[in-house]
């Protein structure tokens, strides 16, 4: 009798999916959109995945991912945290964090099962080895920052072998296609394994600064500090000025 062939089990299929990583809702100080734009801009756009990360609160993730479940959109959730050496982001994590201290930061976002990202890692970072050691990955990427900014970023995530990440930083409804960006999913594997291994960029483009003056209006107009505000207006007023002439 002949053996029955037997059957060889296929590799599982590696799919791609599209996410946009590192942005705001109107839960942060400096932002002012809503989680049902940023999911309808998703749902438009064919975004599989969202990892919004507000400053210092996780209620814009749990909204947006409440509300993406209808679109089939996956949310991670995370948060943006100010610590004493910089910026912190924790994506996968289930609480709010209250430490304000990196190092603290980042060992209660493992505590949760989460990661620890490092965004825009040249601006207003003080970075010892021990947080560089203990992040999980590093953004190469951040569309608010200058070229030369982010070319250091990604030298240093080579340096140090950490997995890329690319953020939008998008405050506002035009910056939320700035960034094209894929994680490779292998097989049945759950998203934080993938995402852990960082993610692919498509496509990448800065910001206008008329932008960023824009958010800042926001915050000063928040925290009713009224000469910021019109510092930030002026600014704005003229970045729009210039431009409009190129
Ligand atoms: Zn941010």
Not at 56 to 70: K, N, P, V
Not at 154 to 183: I, M, N, Q
Not at 207 to 220: C, G, N
Request: aromatic letters at 4%; charged letters at 25%; glycine letters at 6%.
């Amino acid at each position: 009798m002949k053996n029955k062939p037997r059957r060889v089990p296929s590799p599982p299929a590696t799919t791609r999916k599209r996410i946009i990583f590192h942005l705001h809702t109107r839960h942060s100080v400096d932002s002012n959109l809503a989680p049902r734009d940023i999911v309808a801009f998703a749902a438009a756009n064919g975004i599989q995945v969202l990892a919004p990360t507000d400053h210092h609160t996780i209620l814009g993730a749990r909204e947006i991912r409440e509300l993406g479940a209808e679109h089939g959109i996956e949310t991670i959730i995370g948060a943006e945290f100010s610590t004493d050496h910089g910026d912190i982001i924790g994506l996968f994590i289930e609480e709010d964090i209250f430490a304000r201290k990196a190092q603290e930061v980042i060992e209660e976002i493992h505590a949760q099962g989460g990661l620890a990202i490092l965004p825009h890692p040249y601006r207003h970072h003080h970075l010892t080895d021990q947080v560089l050691d203990s992040v999980d990955g590093i953004e190469v990427f951040n569309a608010r920052l200058t070229e030369q900014l982010n070319r250091l970023a990604g030298e240093l995530a080579a340096l140090l072998k950490k997995p890329s990440f690319y953020g939008a930083d998008a405050h506002l409804l035009p910056e939320l296609g700035l960034v094209r960006t894929e994680v490779e999913v292998h097989g049945g594997e759950p998203l934080r394994a993938a995402v852990a291994r960082g993610l692919h960029p498509v496509q990448l483009q800065a910001t206008r600064p008329a932008h960023i003056y824009r958010s800042k209006m926001i915050a000063s107009a928040r925290r009713r500090t009224p000469l910021r505000y019109l510092r930030s207006l002026s600014k704005m007023l003229l970045c729009q000025i210039r431009d409009r002439r190129h």
